[in-house]
Nanobody, 124 residues
Framework: QVQLVESGGGLVQAGGFLRLSCAAS????????MGWYRQAPGKQRELVAA???????NYADSVKGRFTISRDNAKNTVYLQMNSLKPEDTAVYYC??????????????????WGQGTQVTVSS
């Protein structure tokens, strides 16, 4: 069992930055792939970025070059550094963990554990 708790969301102006953190409990964190998803009102949950235990990453096209996912296995924490934020980045951001150390696929159904979400609002 893995429990995930996100933090770091908030209100920021366009062009600004935020850093999200996700603290995980459970010894399997270090062997699970981790992901950040977001869901805006009226839209489907979408994968923003994912990272394997070894540090391989992938990103949604909409955030490439602006967002960076990273993890510290010793601290059981995964991060999402978000730079050059845009109003369209406004959403609830969720941390997720999957029982496979893989990056393939973007469906939220591939992930087994979820945090409660943290709101990110970017004003224009």
């Amino acid at each position: 069992q893995v429990q995930l708790v996100e933090s770091g969301g908030g209100l920021v102006q366009a062009g600004g930055f935020l850093r999200l953190s996700c603290a995980a409990s459970g010894s399997i964190f270090s062997i699970n792939a981790m992901g950040w998803y977001r869901q805006a009102p009226g839209k489907q949950r979408e994968l923003v970025a994912a990272i394997t235990s070894g540090g391989s990453t992938n990103y949604a096209d909409s955030v490439k070059g602006r967002f960076t996912i990273s993890r510290d296995n010793a601290k059981n924490t995964v991060y999402l550094q978000m730079n050059s934020l845009k109003p369209e980045d406004t959403a609830v951001y969720y941390c997720a963990s999957r029982n496979a150390d893989l990056l393939y696929g973007s469906s939220h159904l591939l992930y087994d554990y979820w945090g409660q979400g943290t709101q990110v609002t970017v004003s224009s």
